[in-house]
């Protein structure tokens, strides 16, 4: 059981910005959210994670709802390399705890 | 620095073989974890260890082995493949941020 619901395609134009949602309505005050993409043919590849605050790094900023029932993953520019499918993920446990993969969504970039 | 290894890359069994998934990390992780991905799905978790000599059963353990007696090492055996262990199998390792490997595609016939 993922516990994250997240559409299950999205498209976007190049170089526009693209926000990616998910919902964890059950979260716990102790889940990280952690957001994780797959590339065709690759291993996941850590994106960003948070706990309660807004979070920013090179490859995307991660924006959590107050009530933390719901998070968007957004990147401020998408190129084609940014095609992938994004995981969203509660994480319980910090830095032992496991990820619980769902489905994901398959962020589709237009040229 | 090379990360999560596996080997080998493809593999090719037959029904009732057995194998060893072999996985390193370089990077002095306590945590390291095996998921199995099969066409259009997402990953899900077979075992995990939380350190040397540590190890416990993720969401779908049946049929698969594993140990963990030194921390860069955290093999995955097969006892009796199945074609239904047709699969992409990922070694992951970290702490807040999990690396994975390229991962090891295993077909069962």
């Known amino acids: 059981d993922a516990k994250t619901t997240q559409p299950n395609s999205m498209e976007s134009n190049e170089e526009e910005p693209v926000h990616l949602p998910c919902n964890h309505s059950?979260?716990?005050?102790?889940?990280?959210i952690h957001w994780y993409r797959q590339l065709p043919s690759q291993g996941p590849e850590y994106v960003i994670h948070g706990l309660t605050s807004n979070v920013n790094n090179r490859m995307a900023s991660l924006a959590i709802a107050e009530d933390r029932k719901s998070s968007t993953l957004i990147l401020h520019r998408a190129t084609l390399r940014d095609a992938a499918v994004y995981y969203c993920i509660r994480r319980y446990g910090g830095s032992q705890g496991n990820l619980i993969f769902g489905k994901g969504t398959k962020l589709s970039v237009k040229p | 620095n090379a990360g999560v290894t596996q080997t080998p890359k493809f593999q090719v069994l037959k029904t009732g073989q057995s194998m060893t998934l072999q996985c390193a990390q370089d990077?002095?992780?306590?945590?390291m974890s095996w998921y199995r991905q099969d066409p259009g799905m997402g990953l899900r978790l077979i075992h995990y260890s939380v350190g040397a000599g540590i190890t416990d059963q993720g969401e779908v353990p049946n049929g698969y082995n594993v140990s963990r007696s030194t921390t860069e090492d955290f093999p995955l055996r097969l006892l009796s493949a199945a074609p239904s262990q047709t699969s992409v199998y990922f070694c992951a390792s970290g702490d807040y941020e999990q690396y994975f490997g390229p991962g090891t595609r295993l077909t069962v016939t």
């Open positions: 990077m002095n992780h306590e945590y």
């Open positions: 059950t979260i716990s005050g102790t889940d990280y």
